[in-house]
């Protein structure tokens, strides 16, 4: 049996700039490509503090998983990139936050640099809609 790939972006979000999807959908799972805390226009929000950013990353998040017809809920997995640990603790508050009592697998990397100078990228794998 064959299965499909289903490819869907958030009306919510500019198209991606680079060859890609916002979301794939295979084998009943949804892949979320990295998000980047840039604004509805396409605009990164450079000069914005970490918390903005990190609440933008979240917003852009959702929209992906809306545009995929799932949800937080049904998340599986969050893999979360900052480019300075020290702002581990703030991002994982702003991020509880916003989950609640959902607790996909996680992961928290530090790494040297993100696109456009940004703070703070996420990607997720989440379960489809039945």
Do not use: K
């Not at 979301?23 to 949804?30: H, M």
């Not at 995929?68 to 936050?97: C, E, G, H, K």
Request: hydrophobic letters at 45%; glycine letters at 6%.
């Amino acid at each position: 049996m064959q299965q499909s790939i289903v490819f869907a972006n958030s009306e919510r979000l500019r198209p991606p700039a680079g060859h890609y999807s916002h979301t794939c959908t295979a084998a009943g799972l949804v892949f979320v490509s990295g998000q980047l805390p840039v604004d509805v226009n396409g605009r990164p929000m450079t000069d914005r503090p970490f918390a903005q950013q990190a609440e933008q990353v979240l917003a852009n998040l959702d929209a992906c998983l809306e545009a995929a017809a799932t949800n937080r809920s049904r998340l599986v997995q969050v893999r979360i990139y900052v480019t300075d640990m020290n702002s581990w603790p703030a991002f994982n508050q702003i991020y509880a936050d916003w989950i609640g009592d959902i607790r996909p697998a996680r992961v928290v990397a530090g790494v040297a640099s993100l696109h456009f100078g940004l703070l703070v990228e996420i990607e997720a794998v989440a379960l489809a809609s039945a």
